[in-house]
């Protein structure tokens, strides 16, 4: 089974640019089929899908998102980023890191945008 951790810091300004890194064990990023995604939840919200990237390396993101998100890889760490650019408040949620159509999920990183 594949684990995933994301890391990254707690707190962001407003305008400042959120970098989170999601850890992957138990497999190879570069499994034939596999994609990789980051999700969100702002307090008292739903999830909110923001992007993936495949296997290949080619990412996807969210309509809504696409102009402030880019998502990249580094396979030989194993690890996938998320940076997301001029965040506001409505940014502050919980930030989750997982693999496609599975149940494999990190445990989240809480994120403020505060001042």
């Known amino acids: 089974q594949v684990q995933l951790q994301e890391s990254g810091p707690g707190l962001v300004k407003p305008s400042q640019t959120l970098s989170l890194t999601c850890t992957v064990s138990?497999?190879?990023?570069?499994?034939?089929?596999?994609?990789w995604m980051w999700i969100r939840q702002p307090p008292g919200k739903g999830l909110e899908w923001m992007g993936s990237?495949?296997?290949?390396?080619?990412?996807y993101y969210s309509p809504s998102l696409r102009s402030r998100t880019s998502i990249s890889t580094d396979t030989s760490k194993n690890q996938f980023t998320l940076q997301l650019t001029s965040v506001t408040p409505e940014d502050t949620a919980a930030y989750y890191c997982?693999?496609?159509?599975?149940?494999?999920w990190g445990q989240g990183t809480q994120v403020t945008v505060s001042s």
């Open positions: 138990g497999g190879s990023m570069t499994t034939n089929g596999y994609y």
């Open positions: 997982a693999r496609e159509r599975s149940a494999d």
């Open positions: 990237i495949g296997y290949n390396g080619t990412p």
